[in-house]
T-cell receptor, first 112, second 115 residues
Framework: GDSVTQMEGPVTLSEEAFLTINCTYTATGYPSLFWYVQYPGEGLQLLLKATKADDKGSNKGFEATYRKETTSFHLEKGSVQVSDSAVYFCALRANTGNQFYFGTGTSLTVIP | KAGVTQTPRYLIKTRGQQVTLSCSPISGHRSVSWYQQTPGQGLQFLFEYFSETQRNKGNFPGRFSGRQFSNSRSEMNVSTLELGDSALYLC??????????????FGQGTRLTVV
């Protein structure tokens, strides 16, 4: 079945460091891929998305590229800020149905 | 435009009781999905409603049920509560229909604690 495997956390970085959070997926067909972010006590906020192979999603300095050949959708940011501290979820939605499959989440803490 | 509204934000219930959670989707969205989030199991899909019909269901016992009204608002009900039902319940709103590349917008969740 469909699934998402996400890099284990927690991750602690210094401000302005480079961030990578790995995400790989298993799905039949061509799913849509997403990164969501969750701040303490809040729901999930969409960070970026990609709907087909080689698409690059980007938002607020974060980027991820849909790589069909490696079934990956790694999240990157060149220079993290303290305000980026949150839990990040990689997710896919299959091309049939409206159900999302989420990774386990990666907790990021950025220290000044 | 208004986001996804979930009420209440917090609930404390006793084992054996039942509970009803509410979700108002974004105006114009016809699909509402529910997810359970726990530290041990992560985010798990409960069910999806579209145009008042359950379209998809996750692997949860029959104690978990839901419904959707004609205005797309949805409720989920959990009967005979167990300690393990303590979780953050998230509602997701999307256009639904046949456009499968649309994202889902999540509410802030209802934090249910069973004691």
């Amino acid at each position: 079945g469909d699934s998402v495997t996400q890099m284990e956390g927690p991750v602690t970085l210094s401000e302005e460091a480079f961030l990578t959070i790995n995400c790989t997926y298993t799905a039949t067909g061509y799913p849509s891929l997403f990164w969501y972010v969750q701040y303490p006590g809040e729901g999930l906020q969409l960070l970026l998305k990609a709907t087909k192979a080689d698409d690059k999603g980007s938002n607020k300095g974060f980027e991820a590229t849909y790589r069909k050949e490696t079934t990956s959708f790694h999240l990157e940011k060149g220079s993290v800020q303290v305000s980026d501290s949150a839990v990040y979820f990689c997710a896919l939605r299959a091309n049939t149905g409206n159900q999302f499959y989420f990774g386990t989440g990666t907790s990021l803490t950025v220290i000044p | 435009k208004a986001g996804v509204t979930q009420t209440p934000r917090y609930l404390i219930k006793t084992r054996g009781q039942q509970v009803t959670l509410s979700c108002s989707p974004i105006s114009g969205h016809r699909s509402v999905s529910w997810y359970q989030q726990t530290p041990g199991q992560g985010l798990q899909f409960l069910f999806e409603y579209f145009s008042e019909t359950q379209r998809n269901k996750g692997n949860f016992p029959g104690r978990f049920s839901g419904r959707q009204f004609s205005n797309s608002r949805s409720e989920m009900n959990v009967s005979t509560l167990e300690l393990g039902d303590s979780a953050l319940y998230l509602c997701a709103s999307s256009l639904g229909g046949t456009r499968m590349n649309t994202e889902a917008f999540f509410g802030q969740g209802t934090r249910l604690t069973v004691v």
